[in-house]
């Protein structure tokens, strides 16, 4: 491993949105054990909580060497689109439904103080009458009871006024709560629905994924024992030519022992022949040469019986000669014997 395997790298990430922190965090999980990933939570609100799930189902799969099951046999950017802009759907309406109940509080404030303000004027209008009511004390009695009943009737007035506005405002108040209730049931029936959806189709991408690796693990078997009846096929075909070749080989050394048989047969019989040759040849050379030794045997009798006549007749003639020289020498003698 080269030192620049071992380094680390220190990546800060800035998503602008959910689906850009959890590809980050999907590009990034592999090389984790060598880079350090700082993603900056620099997010839409609305995202955060659903986009944490889909990092963290995201993170399993990554443990687990798979895809995200909501992920399974989907186009990434399709599928990651619908899902932020459901997102987004359910966090306005979820902002609405908090602008609803934000307005609500305004206007129960409002309300309140509009209450107060009218108690504040109510109680100041007492206040005058209570002043006035000094100061009628004083006047006429006929008086003082036609200002104590037009007294009595403004306040019976107002506390009725009051009493109508704080039930409207009540009623109003219920049925905002109710119509917020009612918005935050159907947002969570709706995340509910998109859960149950997703959770649907990773049941079915589930049951696709093991039916196609059934169909896989039965092609495979297939595969399998098709390769098994050709291997044995093979291996029939190479045992019946091995016993081919094992006939023929015996065939061959049978025939080459039978070549060879008759070979040292008609070498024997060669041998045999020359054998016989060679003594006809060794008793014809035994006879040419007895009869070349008689031959010779007879030449050199033949020879010397001549050589002996003539010496007979050298000294025959030699003995008839009338005189010789008493200087002459027995070789002289034979000489001119020989020359006469």
């Known amino acids: 491993m080269s030192n620049d395997d071992d380094k680390r790298f220190n990546v800060k990430i800035f998503a602008s949105n959910g689906l850009m922190r959890a590809g980050a965090w999907a590009a990034a999980w592999r090389e984790m054990e060598r880079v350090d990933v700082e993603i900056e939570p620099f997010v839409q609100p609305w995202m955060v909580e659903d986009m944490e799930d889909l990092i963290e189902r995201l993170q399993e799969a990554e443990d687990k060497g798979e895809r995200s099951d909501s992920f399974v046999d989907y186009d990434d ?21 908090k602008a609803a109940k934000a307005a609500m509080e305004v206007e129960d404030r409002i309300v309140k103080e509009e209450e107060l303000e009218a108690e504040a004027r109510c109680a100041e209008e007492l206040l005058n009458i209570t002043r006035r009511k000094g100061k009628e004390s004083r006047k006429p009695s006929g008086e003082l009871g036609a200002n104590n009943k037009q007294a009595e009737e403004f306040v019976l007035a107002k506390a009725s006024k009051d009493e109508e506005n704080q039930q409207r405002n009540e009623a109003e108040a219920r049925r905002k709560q109710e119509e917020n209730e ?9 995340k509910q629905r998109i859960r149950d959806e997703e959770e649907a189709n990773r049941l079915r991408e589930e049951a696709q994924r093991i039916e196609e690796e059934l169909a896989l693990e039965e092609e495979a078997r297939r595969i399998h024992e098709a390769e098994l009846a050709a291997e044995k096929a093979i291996a029939e075909e190479s045992q019946r ?14 025939e080459a022992q039978l070549i060879h048989a008759q070979e040292l047969a008609e070498r024997q019989a060669l041998e045999a022949e020359v054998e016989k040759l060679h003594q006809a040849e060794a008793a014809q050379k035994a006879k040419s040469k007895a009869e070349e030794a008689e031959t010779q045997r007879r030449q050199q009798q033949k020879e010397k019986t001549t050589e002996e006549a003539r010496l007979k007749e050298i000294y025959h003639r030699a003995s008839q000669r009338k005189t010789t020289t008493g200087d002459e020498s027995l070789s002289e003698l034979l000489i001119k014997a020989f020359h006469y």
């Open 77 to 97: 950017d399709t599928y990651g689109e619908s899902l932020g802009t459901e997102a987004q759907r359910l966090h306005e309406e979820a902002m609405a439904a």
């Open 182 to 190: 009612a918005e935050a049931q159907r947002i969570e029936s709706e």
């Open 241 to 254: 030519r091995h016993e081919e070749d094992l006939a023929s080989e015996r065939a061959l050394d049978e």
